[in-house]
């Protein structure tokens, strides 16, 4: 059961992922399917590549952004529960008693758009659809010497 | 006008869908209009920028980042595309079908937020969830979805309705060309079959109905051309069935040869068995005043016009096939009727000015109601 004190940890076994330009791009190496994370999500995958457990996020978005840290920690508590689904990230417990996320002074966050996970399961169909023919080295006109430029 | 013209493959690629893009690429240009083509190498040797035919090509390692999972490469052709688009600055971008790297295209948008024509030509995967896929994604988030038919149309509306009102229907058109038709030959007839040979253009069917026709008409010849995967098979095919020296494999054959190969055709044979989204052989073929044989797929059936410019049969069944051949080669009036039939409606519906002239209409319509990409992304700060 995931919850605050837990840490997610990329399963590095099965995905390769890297933040470019803030957003996250996963791939999952045994099913071929491609995931993205921008903005929020981008920055919570960060987090969980540093490491943080569950409860550091909250704190880290809480900090940052307009947000509860009650409908942090439970987009964060869905968003896990997507991640372990796809086979992208395991639970792990982080250490324990830590305290309960403190509500940051307001007038300085940005506005809160909960992480998503995109999901696109058909890149792989959509990669093995047949390329035209030829490549360049089979076009008998450019043998031929025919001006094509 | 500045377009960004989207193909997954483009020149030196030359595949039906290609050809017609670098002919309406071409059009824009003269017509004025500034164009940007972003395309990936492929699996050739080629510069990221290169000039073909006064166009900009820019490619990019998409398929390679893709299908490899390279995640370097991908934040690389990332960081050229964000770099393409903030100098180019387009006011619109015409995306041909929804290719894997469409994904690019949507990640970067908000670096320059333009309207996006998504340009559907050929069949898109069959899926039956589209919530969670690329090309659902994409269909919901463009302005504007055209298709190359009726039947394509209807495929995307399938996978997402909410496109109903934002979609339309722009046939494939081409240049009639200079070369004039000659007088179909009956004394050896020729069939012809043309495009990639792979499975799904259902050669292997046009072999087992040659095979057929061949004993009524021993003089006929089936002519293939276009290379591919199922070659060999095709040829094994053919001597198994004892007709193996009456079957030519050209190979592929340039795009400004087809005029003259068509002249030496009697008749043009599609017996596709995938869901052909148009059929441009059809169209080069009744172009050249050629009937037509094809199956009942896709949007074959909206370019053939049964019993007037050739005959529309199911698809996978060689003895239909046989049958519908014989009557044309059985009557050279009703066959060239037809092609002189298809020759017109080639002609009337499926020219290339109204092709490019259907195009332009609507790139001015959709800058004129800006309707921003709506893709399921959380939307940056900057939108």
Redesign the interface.
Known sequence: MINLNCRLTPRSDNI???V??G?A?I?N?ST?V?Y?M????GEVWSMIEEGRSLREMVEGLVAKYDASPEQAAQDLDRLAGELVKEEIVTVSKASGGEPAPQVPAPGVR?PY?PP?L??????G???A??????????????DAGEE?? | MRLLFWAEFFWPYIGGVEVLGMKLARALRERGHELAVVTSHGDLELPDEDAHAGLRIHRFRFLEALAARRLDLYAEARRRLVCLKQAFRPDLVHMNSVPPSALLHWQTRSYHPAPTLVAVHSPLPDQNVAAETLVGRTLRAAAWVTANSRAMLEDVRRLAPEISDRSSVIYNGLEMPELAPESLPFEAPMLLCAGRVVRDKGFDVAISAFATVRRRFPRARLVIAGDGPARAELEQQAAEMGVREAVDFLGWVPPEKIPALMNSATLALMPSRWREAFGLVALQAMQMARPVVASDVGGLPEVVAHGETGLVVPKEDPEVVAQAVTRLLENPSLAQEMGAAGRRRASLLFGFDRYFEEHEILYRRLLKETRHDQFELPLDATL
Request: aromatic fraction near 6%.
């Open positions: 390769t992922a890297s470019i330009d957003e791009i791939v190496l071929g491609y993205s921008a903005e929020t999500g940005s758009v998503v995109n999901v696109y399961r058909d890149m169909d959509l990669l659809l047949d390329p035209p023919m030829p490549g360049l080295r089979d076009i008998p006109w450019q094509k430029s």
